[in-house]
């Protein structure tokens, strides 16, 4: 009971947003250090912004991946949560928790086209004992449900948390102006590349726009998942995805074919990019890459 109490009293005493799991979790212990933990992270985002200054980690209590990647965001696409009470559920994943649907405001420096700022939602993932494992950008949450609610089973739904937090990892890399991942994802050469030498334009295009350190405002509005009918450990995703800047726009559609046959390193086999327009036409969505375009 002392632990309880005093737990909730810091976050009562020190914190402006208060968190709150409001299920998922059946450790009373493990539950409020995720909610201190997060509402730490928050509010040391908020007093960052108003003071115009660098994030503090050592008040943050994260890892140092956790560190470089929140510092990339927030080099590139600083933001504020706009909210002081949050109240979600927490959701269970292979390797610990996930914390969805936290409120921001992305308040982009500098001069830009998109004079608004940004509403958006951050995904907070845990270990199965509550030490914070990644700090993400998220994709809708019609998107991320409609991909989820089609399991049929534990396998399913746990290789398509993984791909969906893959999705996840990449749309924060535009974000994050993350160059290096963005390249491993479109040009690595160890895995069979479709279309090469449209990626290599895209990527280059791409490093063009963030070297120029553009405000990208991007968008994922298509993400199908399918199960092989025959290789019950191989999956796709087929992900449509767009971004803007004051001065470009591109859109196209991602490829990726998955290899879970040990599900604790599942692997990426193959990889294709189509643009979204070739000579000022739409890709007819019947031409997009689906599973049965490749050879297994």
């Not at 976050?11 to 409001?22: E, F, T």
């Not at 890399?173 to 040009?187: C, G, K, M, P, R």
């Not at 591109?250 to 294709?272: K, S, V």
Request: hydrophobic share 40%; proline share 2%; glycine share 4%.
């Amino acid at each position: 009971m002392f632990l309880l109490t005093s737990c909730l009293a810091v976050i009562c005493n020190a914190s402006d947003i208060q968190v709150k799991i409001s299920d998922g979790v059946d450790s009373d212990r493990l539950k409020i250090k995720m909610e201190i933990t997060t509402a730490r992270i928050l509010n040391e985002v908020n007093d960052a912004q108003a003071q115009n200054r660098g994030l503090n980690f050592q008040a943050m209590s994260v890892n140092e991946s956790v560190s470089r990647s929140m510092s990339l965001l927030w080099e590139n696409t600083p933001f504020v949560c706009t909210e002081e009470l949050i109240i979600e559920r927490c959701i269970t994943t292979k390797s610990g928790y996930q914390v969805r649907n936290i409120p921001l405001l992305i308040k982009p420096r500098g001069d830009h086209e998109f004079n608004e700022d940004e509403n958006m939602e951050a995904v907070i993932s845990f270990d199965k004992n509550g030490n914070v494992e990644s700090f993400y950008l998220t994709i809708s949450q019609s998107l991320y449900i409609n991909v989820i609610k089609d399991y049929e089973e534990v396998t399913d739904l746990r290789c398509r948390q993984i791909m969906l937090d893959f999705v996840e990892q990449l749309y924060t890399a535009y974000y994050q102006h993350d160059i290096t991942f963005l390249n491993q994802v479109f040009s690595d050469e160890t895995v069979t590349i479709i279309g090469k030498e449209q990626m290599n334009e895209y990527i280059a295009r791409l490093r063009k726009i963030i070297s120029s350190l553009s405000f990208i405002k991007v968008k994922f509005d298509e993400i199908e998942i399918m199960h092989h009918p025959f290789k019950k450990d191989y999956y796709c995703v087929t992900l449509h995805q767009g971004y803007s800047t004051s001065a470009y726009h591109d859109d196209g559609y991602l490829f990726l074919l998955w290899d879970f046959t040990n599900e604790d390193t599942p692997q990426i086999l193959a990889r294709a990019w189509q643009p979204g327009r070739t000579n000022g036409k739409t890709l007819p969505k019947d031409e997009v890459f689906k599973l049965w375009n490749f050879e297994i």
